[in-house]
């Protein structure tokens, strides 16, 4: 193989996005992580590495890692005995079934031009299962044609619904979804707090909160054992959906490496997409890097008054001040927070409705525990209901402002013998 | 008593352990003291969350190495109560009912609070119910029917109250179902008891949680024997869910979940050689907490085993195949196929050769010699393509 030619490899089913940043991790000789750094394939960047033989180890979120390895003393350029600068280029491509590519980095050093092999699976998850979308009326609810890859389980009907916040949830009309391929639908949401209903056959009637800008839905039938419908969102911008892949994932400080940089980049940016600044913001307040949000939380409670997250970003940044904290105006975020709405993310209920309830009793609440109270009263019914693990949050219910904890059909329960179940319902 | 080693009271930082198992539950039926009118729904008496509880005590004592933070003090609280034997002792432990769980907890604490450096741990194994918070339900639940959840701990606000705990480290392995009762939809909030309570004060801390299960779902184990999440979590710590730093191989809170997410995958896997009617169903373990960076949980002793699985496509070119791994560090080792598919085994981690030959019919697809192969926590999964 010359070094610079471009391999390519069958990888398997990819859960990585093309133009979404990865997290590799540099690995001396030994095999000791030195340094870790967030890399876009497609795009160049420079790390430092050792001196002499290392690893590049490239995570890719739910899959296996892929591995290179770098030896600069066969790469026709003697061998390095100073810790040098790794140049990150494009070169590799991975080929991916199901039609995408991943434009994978090629490690080596410029002048050098060492270069090695990217190689590695990566494990395939389920198939998609719907395969056919289409809106029946632009104007009250969308009939979706659910088709499954399962032949066992015959096409269906799915309703979907949109409201719209206005100090109560609202019918809105449909236009800000349209199709978008095979399985999805678009949305565009300008300047306004919006959830979706998803109900069919075998899906239970569920709620999932919409972030603002522009993205698109996908709906999976629901599992066998779980009657809520799969609503995934997807939004443009691949720094956030990389976040969250990392976060699901359980790789916390890989989604960290990615938002700090994405931080960079949206305090600098004139136009700033705040779902995806969002996304980077929760992750940073869940790993401790607030301080790279800098100014962006204030400038966005200006900018998006009616967006609740935007508030609780705010408070919770606040309360991680060092010096004195601004307890009174943290608490009056949080109010404000929940005057705007429920919070698109099931981590900034979690936070306003943990939030409401250590003020209770603290003296910035002296004049507004009344208030709180009613507050923590409105909210418990939705924190109960929502499902933590989703990002956004999701509740059975057929109108956002009623959700329900269980869905009002049941479901097969499976007969279990010499089995310990932690509880039962 | 529940502390099972004399308390280690040297300066320097140190790792502080509670480990509370339920299985004995009172007032449930079954129990000692059935509550009549207590709604029990469902929910029984259980024997998996004590063992749970006892393997992770036993990994504790024996196993558990931070040389940051060596092991100062352990607290079990266990339901029915045993008699532990512990380094040539028997030490008997008490019962995991509310009063002692809160004097126990307050100790935890407080001797995790005193240095920045400590390590806090802390497992919970027993019934959880799921609504504005997830109640962990300790062995007097439902003494009074008209308040049941008091004798289970407030997860959520126990949580943020830790916050108050100068411990940097704080490491939650919760070991529960995360589902609702039909009693407890009937009313308003659960009203669990709030170990420590959360105040506005929000420093950072690494706090990473590991729950055995997602929201809504349960969690599965067999009569008698630890958890699937215990198995899953032991087998990570004991190696799969560690990475490589200043020549140390050491458990980290991110790795650690990847480790247990592997090992509860590989868990699933077994489960299919078994009759269905005895198989356990899946579940997911979730990771959720703070964790501001990637402190080091816990010293792995010396390299830990990656498991290996290698399939091949199609299934019948295995019998004509042999797959050899290499090690290339000394001491060196070949590891051989079975011309079975798939080929399972656990080697070190490190460097490999793999090379696969194929007898004919059938003759390899790409290249069948990987010259080196990196094998490291939590291992390798593989098929290589044949055809005929």
């Given amino acids: 193989m010359s070094d610079r030619d471009p391999v390519e490899e069958s990888v398997g089913n990819a859960q990585a996005s093309a133009g979404e940043p990865i997290v590799a991790e540099i690995l001396d000789a030994k095999l000791n992580i030195v340094n870790r750094v967030s890399v876009t394939p497609g795009t160049d960047g420079t790390v430092q590495a050792p001196a002499g033989p290392f690893v590049v180890r490239l995570r890719v979120p739910d899959a296996d890692d892929l591995f290179t390895r770098v030896d600069p003393s066969s790469s026709g350029g003697g061998s390095a005995v100073t810790p040098m600068d790794v140049e990150i280029r494009s070169s590799h491509t991975l080929n991916f079934p199901g039609g995408f590519q991943l434009n994978a980095p090629v490690f080596g050093r410029a002048a050098r031009g060492a270069v090695s092999r990217v190689r590695g699976a990566i494990p395939g998850p389920t198939s998609p299962q719907m395969v056919e979308v289409s809106i029946a009326s632009l104007f009250d609810e969308a009939a979706l044609t659910v088709s499954s890859a399962d032949s066992d389980r015959p096409a269906t009907t799915a309703r979907i619904a949109l409201w719209e916040y206005a100090g109560e949830w609202k019918p809105a009309v449909l236009d800000a979804l349209r199709p978008d391929g095979a399985n999805r639908l678009a949305f565009s949401l300008q300047d306004r707090l919006c959830a979706v209903t998803v109900a069919g056959v075998r899906a239970a009637p569920f709620v999932t909160l919409l972030p603002p800008g522009e993205g698109h839905l996908a709906f999976d039938e629901p599992a066998l054992d779980d009657p809520a419908p799969a609503v995934r969102i997807g939004l443009r911008d691949a720094s956030a959906e990389a976040i969250l892949r990392y976060l699901e994932a359980g790789a916390t400080q890989d989604a960290r490496l990615i938002a700090e940089s994405a931080a960079a980049s949206f305090q600098s940016a004139d136009q700033v997409d705040v779902a995806a600044a969002m996304i980077g913001a929760y992750c940073l307040l869940r790993t401790g890097g607030h301080a790279h949000l800098k100014d962006w939380p204030e400038a966005a409670v200006t900018q998006y008054p009616w967006l609740p997250d935007t508030h609780v970003i705010f408070a919770a940044q606040m309360l991680r001040e060092s010096g004195v904290p601004r307890f009174g105006r943290a608490l009056q975020e949080l109010l404000d927070a929940a005057d705007a709405g429920i919070p698109i993310h099931s981590d900034g209920l979690r936070r306003l409705y943990d939030g409401l309830i250590a003020f209770r009793n603290t003296p910035e609440a002296s004049d507004s525990s009344s208030s709180i109270t009613k507050v923590i009263d409105r909210l418990t019914p939705y924190v109960a209901a929502m499902n933590r693990d989703r990002i956004y949050t999701s509740y059975y219910g057929s109108w956002p402002g009623a959700p329900a904890i269980v869905p009002d059909h049941d479901v097969g329960e499976l007969e279990l013998t010499n089995v310990d179940e932690l509880t039962s319902g | ?388």
């Fill in chain 2, 1 to 388: 008593v529940t502390d099972i080693i004399p308390i280690d009271t040297g300066t320097g930082a140190k790792t502080h352990v509670l480990i509370i198992g339920v299985g004995e539950y009172l007032h449930l039926p079954g129990g000692a003291e059935p509550v009549p009118e207590l709604e029990t729904m469902g929910l029984g008496q259980l024997t998996s969350t004590v063992a749970s509880a006892i393997a992770i005590s036993n990994w504790i004592l024996h196993d558990y190495r931070n040389d940051a933070a060596p092991l100062a003090s352990v607290q079990v609280l266990l339901s029915p109560s045993q008699v532990l034997p512990i380094r040539g002792r028997q030490i008997p432990v008490d019962r995991a009912s509310l009063a002692s769980v809160r004097s126990a907890f307050s100790r935890w604490k407080n001797r995790a609070d005193t240095n920045p450096d400590n390590v806090a741990l802390f497992f919970f194994s027993g019934h959880g119910v799921e609504k504005e918070t997830l109640a962990l339900l300790l062995d007097d639940f439902g003494s009074d029917p008209n308040s049941p959840y008091f004798e289970s701990i407030n997860w959520d606000s126990t949580y943020d109250g830790m916050r108050q705990c100068n411990a940097l480290l704080q490491v939650y392995w919760i070991d529960s179902c995360r589902s609702i009762t039909s009693d407890g939809l009937k009313k308003w909030a659960l009203n669990a008891t709030t170990l420590v309570d959360p105040e506005v004060r929000a420093s950072e801390r690494s706090a990473p949680v590991i729950h055995a299960t997602a929201t809504n779902a349960r969690a599965y184990g067999r009569e008698g024997q630890a958890t699937q999440f215990t198995k899953a979590l032991l087998a990570s710590l004991a190696g799969l869910g560690s990475e490589k730093r200043r020549n140390r191989w050491v458990i980290t809170p991110s790795k650690l979940f990847e480790g247990v997410g592997v090992a509860m995958r590989n868990l699933a896997a077994a489960e299919a050689y078994l009759p269905e009617e005895d198989r356990l169903p899946d579940q997911k373990a979730v990771s959720d907490g703070e964790e501001v960076d990637n402190k080091v949980i816990a010293d792995v002793k010396g390299v830990p085993e990656v498991p290996v699985r290698i399939g091949w496509n199609p299934e019948a070119s295995a019998a004509h195949s042999v797959a050899e791994l290499k090690r290339l560090a000394r001491p060196r080792k070949t590891y051989t196929s079975s011309r079975s598919h798939p080929w399972a085994c656990v080697v070190p981690a490190g460097s490999y050769r793999l090379r696969t030959t194929f007898e004919p019919p059938f003759e390899p697809m790409g290249d069948n010699d990987d010259p080196e192969l990196l094998l490291l926590p939590p291992g390798l999964e593989r098929v290589i393509e044949a055809r005929q």
